[in-house]
């Protein structure tokens, strides 16, 4: 198991999601990122620059789940890199929650 290192004194944020995209900035400066769906329902997610939004074909994260292993490069994610966020959605019909924290490996 490879350990993490908190970003912001293991401070991250609670997203609530819609059927709307929505966005929000990210703090810290870690390389990973730990997304925790603690809901009922699948939550889709991209990140990228200020302008990012996501749709149903987004990154899954399933219900009552925890990505733990998502790793970014600064080559290959260059825009979040440069400018930090995330866009959520969910299905129609339903919400949830999502939390989000900055490590690093």
């Known amino acids: 198991m490879t350990p993490i290192i908190f970003q ?6 609670r997203l609530a999601v819609t059927a709307a995209s929505a966005r ?9 990122l730990v997304i925790t769906n ?3 329902n699948n939550i889709y ?10 749709d149903l074909t987004g990154y ?3 219900p009552g789940t925890k ?7 600064p080559e290959i ?3 979040f890199y440069a400018d930090p966020w995330i866009a959520v959605i969910c ?3 339903v919400t949830g929650f999502l939390s989000v924290h900055r490590v690093s490996r």
């Open 91 to 93: 299905e129609s019909g």
């Open 67 to 73: 990505e733990d292993n998502i790793v970014l490069d």
């Open 8 to 13: 912001n004194n293991g401070r991250g944020l």
């Open 38 to 40: 603690p809901g009922p």
């Open 24 to 32: 929000t900035q990210i703090g810290g400066k870690g390389d990973s």
């Open 77 to 79: 994610h260059a825009a």
């Open 60 to 62: 899954l994260i399933l």
């Open 45 to 54: 997610i991209a990140l990228g620059g200020s302008t990012i939004e996501t």
